[in-house]
């Protein structure tokens, strides 16, 4: 069936003025320079973590329900057009853990050391 050739322009201005106008941004950096995903608060690392792993879009939204579908799609395809950028982002995101673990290891919290004594009378 073929529709009126002015309707279809009508529609494809349309389209393309969408398009133009609102940009999806799949990716953003928060103010602590974590990247995470649509407008939640998903870190970017947890979906890169999943893809890698070989999970599926579908089992990945289900995993964050936070995200729709089309936010996961879009931080994968972001990932893919940008995995030097993300390959550095992770490993900065790792030396702050390392470094959290260390300064935890060094002081403990109060717990913690109520729990190793416990565990050190036991044995």
């Known amino acids: 069936m073929k529709q009126d050739p002015e309707y279809e322009d009508v529609m494809n201005e349309r389209t393309e003025q969408s398009v133009a106008q609102s940009p999806k941004a799949y990716v953003h950096v928060d103010e602590c320079g974590v990247m995470g995903v649509g407008t939640s608060r998903v870190m970017l690392d947890s979906i890169?973590?999943?893809?890698?792993?070989?999970y599926s879009a579908e089992t990945i939204q289900q995993q964050y329900p936070a995200l729709s579908?089309?936010?996961?799609?879009?931080?994968?395809?972001?990932?893919?057009a940008h995995t030097e950028e993300v390959t550095q982002?992770?490993?900065?995101?790792q030396a702050v853990w390392d470094q959290w673990r260390a300064k935890a290891a060094?002081?403990?919290?109060?717990?913690i050391q109520r729990l190793r004594a416990l565990q050190a009378r036991k044995a």
């Open 48 to 54: 890169v973590a999943s893809f890698e792993h070989g």
């Open 69 to 80: 579908l089309e936010e996961v799609y879009g931080a994968i395809a972001w990932y893919l």
């Open 89 to 93: 982002y992770l490993r900065r995101q």
């Open 106 to 111: 060094e002081q403990p919290s109060p717990v």
